[in-house]
């Protein structure tokens, strides 16, 4: 429908309107408050008027209710569904020393909740550039004011394609108990700025270093482990790009596990909101000016004091160190804000469905509980374990079951595992329990949500469960 200058000043003006919180259940009270009254009225002119109005106001209202962030095509694809009534516009705005918090959209359930919400730079400058990234803290959900009723969250970030100034953020929390129509309260810790250096070549002689004292790695060797074994390698006289402005980032040694090269700095352990940092990017091979990268780890000792940040390479080999020279990056982390953000707002709760399972799979895989909330399924169950494999908790992709789901209207959405968690009982070292976090799909990319009424069966591999009223 092709929208009248007068349609789009209308939705103009309702994308201005912010509300400092959105209370959609004490709403509808009051809507339906509202109807249950008679008004008189003294003539057809001013009857017509009302009617007039009332329809404007449902207009405008469902324009507002429809008008959702465009985060959620940032973050999950333009081809994007969220069912009509299962989001919660919030719309609540917050700047903290020049930078702005909008939380956008909530999806709440029995079960869980999900939020959507943006960060801006008050200036509207660019959030993240080739050499600056800025950085969340850590956000939580309180219900009630208490955060003894959220389990667990999962989130996401994505910046817009089409707007540097802006980037959106998903999260979703599980809870204990029902949330709907209860104060919930989502709080953000301060943000802080990374900076990072350019690329800075380090000559030294690791075959020298190396050769002073050989080390080399089991798998299973924790942080304190090689940090005491490269403590024996002469690494005294190493001076790093940027000793002078850093001295308390050092070159920890040269190592091999296995036939992984091992090369690492040692530093104070560093938080993301006010400390500095470095890590080796590549190793640059003199001979041919090939730059290797490798995989980055980092480890900690005992006490938490210190970091071991390793930088793993494949296919080099002791004769290759007189010729290798580490490229080293340093990062910066200094605050934007002293305070955090805190949002509150309420919603009905969606429905969810829970079914307990007794279902064999394969490999020994059983079934034993299903839960369908409106942003996914959880599967629980147990396996069988290989105690003395030396990595027994580990759970392969191949063996998690498929799940599609069956709507009403007899169409399929797909799904994709999302996560797994896995964990055992000392006194049951042949089985373990664990959880599968499925999303849905639509087409290829894109995500999708559910109004979980919508769904008549699910399948889980070729079984078919029905959801019976």
């Known amino acids: 429908m092709k929208l009248t200058p007068d349609d789009l000043r209308i939705r103009q003006a309702l994308e201005q309107i912010e509300t400092p919180m959105y209370d959609i259940a004490g709403a509808v009270r009051e809507q339906r408050a509202h109807r249950s009254r008679r008004m008189p009225l003294r003539s057809p002119q001013r009857l017509l008027a009302a009617i007039l109005a009332a329809v404007l106001l449902t207009a405008t209202a469902a324009a507002a209710m429809v008008q959702f962030s465009g985060g959620w095509n940032a973050l999950f694809g333009q081809n994007v569904m969220i069912p009509d009534g299962l989001a919660t516009p919030v719309r609540q705005t917050q700047t903290i020393d020049g930078c702005t918090i909008t939380l956008e959209d909530a999806i709440v359930s029995e079960d869980d909740v999900a939020v959507l919400y943006s960060f801006r730079y008050a200036d509207n400058s ?262 003395i494999s030396s990595d027994p908790l580990y759970f392969d992709d191949r063996q998690k079951p498929d799940v599609t789901l069956v709507l009403q209207d007899g169409t399929t959405v797909r799904t994709v595992s999302h996560g797994s968690s896995l964990s055992s009982d000392s006194s049951d070292t042949t089985t373990a329990q664990f959880g599968i976090e499925y999303q849905y799909q639509t087409g290829s990319e894109s995500r999708r949500f559910l109004q979980t009424e919508t769904i008549a069966a699910i399948r889980i591999n070729h079984i078919t469960i029905s959801i019976e009223e």
């Open 126 to 387: 660019t959030v993240n550039t080739d050499s600056r990234i800025t950085l969340l803290g850590n956000s939580n959900l309180l219900m009630d004011g208490s955060d003894e009723y959220c389990m667990s969250s999962s989130g996401m970030g994505s910046m817009d394609s089409q707007d540097p100034s802006v980037e959106y953020y998903y999260e979703a929390f599980s809870l204990t108990e029902d949330p709907g129509d209860r104060q919930l309260t989502l709080t953000i810790d301060p943000a802080s700025c990374m900076e990072q250096s350019d690329t800075l070549s380090a000559p030294m002689d690791l075959a020298a270093i190396y050769q002073s004292h050989p080390v080399t790695y089991q798998e299973e060797d924790n942080g304190a482990q090689r940090l005491t074994a490269l403590q024996q390698q002469d690494c005294a006289d190493v001076m790093l790009p940027q000793s002078y402005q850093f001295p308390e980032i050092q070159f920890a040694g040269v190592a091999f596990q296995g036939d992984i090269l091992c090369v690492s700095l040692c530093m104070p352990e560093y938080d993301s909101y006010d400390s500095v940092a470095a890590q080796i990017e590549s190793l640059r091979d003199i001979r041919t000016d090939r730059l290797y990268f490798g995989s980055l780890h980092s480890y900690g000792d005992t006490n938490c004091a210190t970091e071991l940040c390793e930088t793993q390479f494949e296919g080099l080999t002791e004769d290759d160190l007189p010729y290798l020279e580490p490229q080293i990056t340093y990062q910066r982390y200094t605050p934007l804000t002293e305070e955090g953000w805190s949002f509150s707002f309420c919603a009905p709760s969606a429905k969810t469905l829970t079914r307990e399972l007794n279902l064999e799979m394969a490999d020994g895989i059983r079934l034993t509980q299903l839960n369908i909330t409106p942003l996914g399924v959880e599967l629980f169950g147990t396996m069988p374990v290989d105690p």
